[in-house]
């Protein structure tokens, strides 16, 4: 299972995006699911997590300008992210949380730049 992301774009500092990610329906609605991101030459961080009930949980750096969310009846998971910063430029995967992980995908490359 290979789970994609999409959504992320070139954005200017202050500015917003969403994320989604599709997953097929017999892993998503029972699997917890986050966001996860990457910069080179740096280890991939967890951003957020969204149990299967719902329940949230962020990383400090992304609290209070980040919400996660999931849609159960479209299999699929969002990250609003608002007043980005040119810190939050990576490159952002979802995949299951507090489980093993689906191969990665290839990930959405987000840029905060003026």
């Known amino acids: 299972v290979q789970l994609q992301a999409s959504g992320g774009g070139l954005v200017q500092p202050g500015g917003s995006l969403r994320l989604s990610c599709v997953a097929p329906?017999?892993?998503?609605?029972?699997?917890?699911m986050a966001w996860y991101r990457q910069t080179p030459g740096k280890q991939r961080e967890l951003v957020a997590g969204?149990?299967?009930?719902?329940?949230?949980e962020y990383a400090d750096a992304v609290k209070g300008r980040f919400t996660i969310s999931r849609d159960n009846d479209k299999n699929t998971v969002f990250l609003q992210m608002n007043s980005l910063q040119p810190k939050d430029t990576a490159v952002y995967y979802c995949?299951?949380?507090?489980?093993?992980?689906?191969?990665w995908g290839q990930g959405t490359q987000v840029t905060v730049s003026s």
């Open positions: 995949n299951r949380w507090l489980s093993s992980p689906y191969q």
């Open positions: 329906g017999h892993i998503f609605r029972f699997n917890h």
């Open positions: 969204i149990s299967s009930g719902g329940s949230p």
